[in-house]
Structure formats: C-alpha cells, structure tokens
C-alpha cells in the first residue's frame, strides 16, 4: 500500500511550479511555524496549510498529517504537565513523585499545547511538501550542484519505499512459517532486510548506471564558442551546456505568497504579533497586528487554487463553432 | 557531440555485438561465468538466447552492457564491442548510447517517481535539450503503447505496465542493441504474447538488434532469427531456431517447445517454430497423407470423453477420488485501498478444493491471484463471505528466499517436526547445509518445507498446500521437479492450489482450472477443457490442434496417431480455414 505522503503527479498549480518556488512557498509558512508561539498565528498557520493542501488534492497527506500531528501533540501536552511545575493555576496536585512534576498546572498544558501546535503545523508543511512536490525534479535541481549527494538521495529514495514493501513480505513470510519451524525474531528479520536492501541497493546502482548516472553532468560552457553571435541571445539547451529549468506559470504566484509571508512573519514578530506568554500565567495576545498576521496567514493558504478555465467565447460563438 | 556522432556512425558500420573469445569469473566465484565465449551480432537480428538456469545467460547480458566488469567487478579476458565501441574500456554510462538493457526485475530498474521522469532520465543524463527530450519520450511512448502512463507514479503500475516504461527507458536513446533478460517472467500470457510481438515490431520497424534471454520458448522462437543456446557458460549451439529444435531434440530435451515435442513424438518434419508453423506443416502433411484424414475422418466425430489422451485426464480419471473438502470460499470480497480509489479486488469470489486435488488458479496481473491466497492464508481480511479451511493451509508465496533467515537448514527446521517436513519436500539429506548454498529448486523446496513443518499430524499434510507463482525464472527441468513434488502432495492427501501464468506448466499438473479476471471467477472446469478453449490461456498443442482436450504433447501425439479416435470429434471451423480443406464435410476422409 502507498504511503500517504508519497508524491502524487496531478497538474495543480503546487505540483505544476518548479520545486524552488514550492519550497519558497512552504517554507516560508514552516519558518513562521519556528518562529511564532502565539496560538493564534501557529493555527492560523496550521490552517493554511490544511487549505493548501486540500485545493494541491493531498487530502490523504493532510489527514494523516493531522493524525500524526494530534498524537505528537497530546504527548508533548502529557509530558510537559507531567514533568513542569511552573505555572500559577494549579488544576491537579500529584503529590511527591521521582522525577515527575508535583501538580499539573493550567499553564504547562497551554506550553505543551502550543509546542504539540508547532510540531503539527511543521508536520503538516512536510506532508503537503512530500505529497505535492515531484522529488525527481528536486534531485535534478541538485545534481548539478551536489552530484555525490543528489546520486545518495536518489537511492535512498527509490530504497525507502521498496524497503518497506520488502520489510512487509518478509514479516507475512514470517507469519506463514509452520509452527515447527525456527520462529524469526525481529533481529533475524532485521538482518534479512539489510541483506535484502543491500542486494536491492546494488540492483538500483546498476541501473542508474545503466542510464548513464554516472557521465558528467553536462557543464555550462561560453555560448559564443559554440554558437555564432546571434544565437547566443536565445534559448540554447544543446549538449555541453546547463539546460535552463523548466518553469511553470505559477511560480510568481508562489514566490510573491511566500516572500509577503515571510517579510510579514518578521514584521509581525518586531511589531509584537507574537505576543503570548506561558508561565506564570498564560497570557494571549489578540492585538491588530496578530489578527492581520493571522488572516493574512489563512489566506495564504489559498494560492494553489487553481483558476477557473475560461468560458468566453463558446455563448458567443455560433453552434457550428464550438469545439 | 563528437562522441554521440562516432557512435552513430560505429553502429551503422559495425556489428551490433561482437564477442571474441570472452572468459569471465565473478570476484571470489571458483569456476568462471563466461567460457571463450565468441558471438556476432549484426544490426537488425532477433537473437533468443536459451539455456538452463544459471548457465551464463544474464552473465552475457550484463557484459554486453558493460556491466561485467565495470559494475560487478571480477576478471575478464577477451574483447566486446556494441556497436563499434569497446564495451571493456567504456563503462555502462557511456554504452547507455547505443545498448538498452532491461532486467528480469521491473521493480529494481526503475529509479524515479514518474513514468515521464523515468524514460527522460536517460536523455537528461545524456545532456540532451529539453525538446529534444519530450520528442523522444512521447515517441517512445507511442510506439509502446503507453502515452496514457506517462502521468502515473511508478509504484501504481502493474508489472506488465512496469515492464514496459523499462523498456521504453532502454529504448528512449534510439540504442542500436537492446538486451532483455526473461522480461516476460512476471507477466501473463496475454501480456507476454504482447510484449515479444512488441519486440518484433520495433526490430523490423526501427531496426533494432534485439538480444533476448527466455525460459519460456515456445513464447518467442517464431519471432527470432536465430537461437543462441548456452550450457555451463560456453555456447553450444548457435544457428536458426528450426535447427535449434533439431539440435535440443538431441541434446537437451529440457530445451525443446510443447509443439516441437509434439512433432517428435509423433515423427513428423520438420520441427515447427510456432503454433502457425505447425498448423501448416500438420495442413500440409494432411494432404499428402493420412494424417489429417485420422484426424478429421467424418463429418461431427468426436473423441471420446477421457479417451486415454495422455497424463493429464487420466490422473483426472484416476482412481483417487477426492475425497473431502480442503477449501471452501463462498462470495469472498475484498477491497484494497488504493490511496483515494478504494477498489474491489475480489468481488464474489466462490471456490472449492477437495484434498487431493491439484487446482491451477491463473489469470491476468492484477486478477486477484495473489490477493486471494493470501486471504485464505488470513493474511488479508474479506470484506464480504467466508472461508473454510477444516484442516489448515501452508501458503508459499512468490519469493521462497524470504523464508530463509538461517544459517543452516537444521537451524530453520529443528526437531521431529522439522525433520517430518523435509522428508516430505525430499531434503532430508541436506540438514546441515546453508540454504544459500541450494539451488533454486531446493530452496523452493526447502521454503515449503517451513511452512508444512508442524502443520502435518504426523506424516499427513494439511488439507491445502497453496503456492503463488511458483515457476517464475525456472527452466523446464526445475518446472518437471514440481510437478512432481506438486504431485506427491497430492497423493498424500493435500488440496494442491497454484496460482500461475503459465500455462504450459498448469497443463502438467492441473485437473482443474480457475480463471480469475477482475476479481471474479469466470471459469472453473477441468484443465483439459479451460487450457484447450482459448486463445491466451491455451498450451501452444492445444493452440496447434484445436481439438478439445487436448493440451499436452502427450496428448497430441495420441491424437495425430489416432490411437485414441473412437467416436467422432468436432471440426472448428478455425482448423478448416488453415487448411482450407472442406474436412467439416469429410469428404476428404
């Protein structure tokens, strides 16, 4: 079975843009993630990408992000009001325990609540990421730069998942052992898969060299020399030079949404957006500066909205026109 | 560009492989792969490369890639051009201009998550221009039939899908030699068929050499130009594929095609190639003789049920009778989610297997074969229906190397129960052996030993014993040492249920058939019946014959000789157009 985060090919604006102005885009919503405490902004954010990922149809990424999301978060609550004392609203007093907090505050649950937030709303910029951003296109951007790098990331992830479909054969294989047989232990299975993954590993190095992997990647040389001079101003992709990258029509929309994002995440920070405090007692900001941030946040989340096709001419035109 | 354009011209001018006294040894390996192999290949032949397993088949594949030695290491004498370039002092980068390879394996040969993105990684590699690069791929996609994939991340794809977006990255480069080893030993035969006459195509039509390893002859030999056989890494036949038959008449019948068997056996000449081959050599015998007057007598004769045809409707007609039911599925439903297009993979599946019983389950990729085994064995849950298994199952599935994680087979089969299961698979010999070190056929075994063991109340099985394609990569020697083994399970009481793509081999052991397509089971009848009435799922004798149940060579032969006529038989009306005779009339009788 796929994994929900595993890429999906669709034609949306989000999978359509090149991976720099994704990157730009969700990056730029992960960064206020990192940056901002205040709740309202970290769930603001969190709504963002829940839209985003629901108009690029990653729904399965971001359901299963906001699962995953939930449950990081109610342990990070678990464990901060059981380790952290601090806090003027006392809702429950444990008494005298080893290592563990003498009461639960109200306060160490609003912290915990907020760090669990955080970690869902970077979650969730991961899941959408994964799910809608092609990883053979982002290889390809980095092979000219890191080609040792870019060749381990191609194989860690085309092994990843067949690591996973190997680790799930061996273990109904497992299960399918007579009761007489040797029971395998996890150590034995795990030792099996690494053998296995190694042999797998061998198989896709050999076809990556098969496919030429490991030529040099195609270097920018002076155009003059190899064109006349009144070529040298047009598009050249012909072999021995860089090929310029593909690009789509979205990608202003995404670099313009995650540059406005950004400069408003800082400008908010400076001018107290971030407002919020934990301890001694919570503290919730709600001023102008947070409400814009905010709204201008979740409606971030709108960009990969694709544009309607255009229905103009075919009332107009006569029966016999339309296509 | 200097180097694409040397290549261009070497391979209008050379030979599109020259092999010249080749010995090759793998690192650490004690006797050598390759032995002063010497072949020539010239531009535009279609050249099958037979053998037994392990006989150096895929090591010559991978040489001619360049991936012996640069890739495997080891050490090699004797000189390999592809087209002009010295294939030992270029790498497999560099030959990857004028040689496509494709492995046995669709599943490690893809490296990227789309279909388009893996046919283009070739040409990007190579450094060609983004246009030049979308040509090529929607080219190669049309002549392969898979425009529709190009969108499709790789792991939806089924292994025929697989194994086309392969080939097509093999072929995205224009190479002027193409290697392909057993690329259709995961399909169906529908598949299959598709697949060679591809090759075919794009040989006559593109004038590609193609070089093509197979276990399954009878699939490809009338597509080929020539027959390269191969034993303990030396070749030891090299010719046209009619003297080929001749030559494994004699030498390796292991080699020789159900058709050609057929023909042997019955004495006629010369041996046929293909299933057309036959027919017009049977049409032209026919009218020389009394052979096909034997066969289409009168008018509405038919042959008589169970009429003695060979070993197959005998052990159907045999004096074990089953005797009490192994298996019991009643309307078995069963949904797969498939990310946001959950889908039926079963949908009412009914079926029934006696103890004793050998059941062949075939159909396409994707039929529900495997998803089915694997419910009965609890490994899946139905949505919908029951299944009923009064005395147990032991499922071996398709990779039988994922059992064993010992050092030694008494490690993976301790005590009296272990020792039980290995007498029965005949590996009792072999306790102190590592299981790495069995052949094929052995570990296969020594697989279905794992799951038995403990699962038999002293010597007796459990009620079914199912094994899920089985014979992928085998040679017709090892397919012969599991009919048997298939067979003395049978014999010892267990429901034997196989799910296969070859048919060949189903007609060898199988009384019954069900075929699968769609999730639903659209045929379950004796094997003699479903392997004769068809066109995919039908052995090439029965393709050749067209008689009704008849479907080995065994059973062929019988037929020609007119032993087993009694009665009268049926015409097609297909056989009468071959032959363009008015036999329906019988006035040639």
């Known amino acids: ?323 | 560009m200097q180097f694409g354009t040397d290549l261009a011209k070497g391979a209008r001018t050379a030979p599109a492989l020259a092999i010249e006294g080749v010995t090759y040894r793998y690192p650490g390996a004690p006797a050598p792969a390759l032995c002063d192999v010497t072949l020539r290949l010239e531009p535009g032949e279609l050249v099958l490369l037979a053998g037994r397993s392990a006989c150096g088949k895929s090591t010559l594949l991978r040489a001619s890639s360049g991936l012996v030695p640069h890739f495997h290491g080891g050490e090699i004498e004797g000189g390999i051009a592809v087209a002009g370039v010295d294939a030992l002092a270029s790498g497999p980068g560099e030959l990857a201009s004028v040689v496509g390879y494709v492995a046995q394996d669709p599943e490690t040969q893809v490296v990227s998550t789309t279909v388009a993105a893996e046919i283009e990684l070739p040409l990007e590699m190579r450094g060609d221009a983004p246009a030049a690069r979308a040509r090529a791929v929607e080219e190669v996609a049309l002549a392969l039939a898979i425009p529709h994939l190009l969108g499709r991340a790789v792991d939806t794809l089924s292994g025929g899908e697989l194994q086309r977006v392969a080939l097509a990255a093999a072929l995205v480069t224009r190479p002027s030699l193409v290697l392909l080893d057993e690329p259709t030993s995961q399909l169906d035969p529908v598949a299959g068929d598709e697949l060679i006459w591809l090759l075919r195509r794009l040989n006559e039509e593109w004038g590609v050499t193609i070089l093509l390893a197979e276990h399954r002859l009878e699939r490809c030999l009338a597509a080929a130009d020539r027959v390269v056989a191969m034993a303990s890494g030396s070749i030891a036949f090299d010719g046209r594929p009619r003297d080929f038959l001749v030559w494994a008449q004699g030498v390796d019948a292991a080699l020789e095609t159900p058709a050609a068997r057929l023909f042997s056996l019955c004495g006629i000449e010369p041996l046929p190639t293909g299933v057309r081959d036959a027919r017009r050599t049977l049409a032209r015998e026919g009218e020389a003789g009394p052979l096909l007057t034997q066969l289409f007598p009168k008018e509405g004769r038919r042959l008589t049920p169970g009429g003695g045809f060979g070993k197959s409707t005998s052990r159907s007609e045999g004096a074990r009778l089953p005797s009490h039911e192994a298996l019991m599925c009643r309307d078995v439903w069963v949904a797969v989610e498939a990310g946001e297009n959950p889908r039926d993979v079963l949908r009412g599946v009914d079926l029934m297997v006696h103890s004793g019983e050998r059941v062949a389950l075939m159909g396409r990729n994707g039929a529900g074969k495997s998803t089915l085994l694997r419910t009965m064995a609890g490994l899946v849950q139905p949505a919908r229906g029951k299944v009923r298994l009064p005395n147990g199952i032991a499922l071996l599935s398709q990779n039988p190397g994922d059992y064993l994680v010992g050092e030694r087979v008494g490690d993976e089969l301790p005590g009296e129960a272990g020792e039980a299961a290995l007498r029965v698979v005949g590996l009792e010999h072999a306790v102190d052996a590592d299981p790495r070190d069995l052949s094929g056929g052995e570990r296969q075994r020594l697989a279905l030993a794992i799951v038995l063991a403990g699962r038999m109340q002293g010597e007796a099985l459990p009620g079914l014993v199912a094994l899920d394609e089985p014979t992928r990569g085998m040679d017709r020697a090892r397919k012969d040492e599991l009919t048997h083994l298939i067979e003395a399970l049978a014999d010892r009481g267990a429901g034997v249920l196989v799910a296969t793509h070859d048919v060949e081999f189903a007609a060898a052991f199988a009384e019954r058939v069900v075929l699968l397509g769609e999730g639903v089971a659209i045929t379950d009848d004796p094997a003699a019946e479903v392997l004769s009435g068809g066109w995919y799922f039908a052995t090439e004798v029965a393709r050749v014959l067209d008689l009704p149940d008849v479907i080995t060579p065994e059973q062929g032969a019988e037929a020609l000789s007119g032993e087993s006529l009694s009665g009268e038989f049926v015409v097609r009306d297909t056989y009468v157009a071959q032959t363009g005779k008015s036999a329906r009339k019988g006035e040639d009788g």
């Open chain 1, 1 to 323: 079975m796929r994994s929900p985060f595993a890429y999906r090919p669709r034609s949306g604006p989000l999978q359509s843009a090149s991976p720099a102005a994704a990157v730009a885009y969700l990056g730029s919503l992960a960064t206020v993630g990192f940056l901002y405490s205040n709740p309202i902004v970290l769930a603001a954010t969190g709504a963002a990408l829940v839209l985003a990922g629901l108009l690029a149809g990653a729904r399965d990424a971001v359901r299963a992000a906001l699962w995953m999301g939930l449950t990081l978060a109610l342990l990070i609550v678990a464990v901060n009001v059981l380790v952290v004392d601090r806090g003027a609203t006392v809702l429950v007093r444990l008494g005298q325990l080893p290592l563990l907090s003498d009461v639960i505050t109200a306060e160490a649950l609003a912290a915990g609540a907020v760090i669990g937030l955080r970690a869902a709303v970077v979650l969730l910029a991961f899941a959408v990421y994964s799910a809608c951003v092609d990883p053979d296109r982002v290889l390809r951007a980095l092979r000219p730069l890191a080609r040792r790098s870019a060749l381990t990331a191609t194989l860690v992830s085309r092994l990843v998942p067949v690591a996973a479909a190997d680790a799930a054969r061996l273990r109904d294989a497992a299960r399918l052992r007579g009761p007489a047989a040797a029971p395998v232990g996890r150590a034995a299975l795990a030792r099996r898969l690494l053998a296995g993954s190694l042999d797998r590993a061998v198989d896709v190095a050999a076809t990556l060299e098969l496919r030429g992997y490991s030529l040099n990647p195609p270097r920018p040389t002076p155009v003059a020399t190899l064109f006349p001079p009144y070529t040298s101003k047009k598009r050249c992709d012909r072999r021995g030079e860089r090929p310029r990258a593909r690009r789509s029509r979205y990608d202003r929309r995404f670099y313009v949404v995650g540059a406005l994002v950004l400069i408003a995440g800082v400008a908010g920070k400076l001018l107290g957006a971030d407002a919020f405090a934990e301890y001694p007692a919570v503290q919730l900001g709600v001023g102008p500066a947070t409400l814009a941030l905010a709204t201008l946040l979740a409606l971030s989340g709108l960009t990969p909205l694709s544009p309607r096709p255009r229905r103009t001419a075919s009332t107009s035109l006569p029966a016999g026109w339309r296509s």
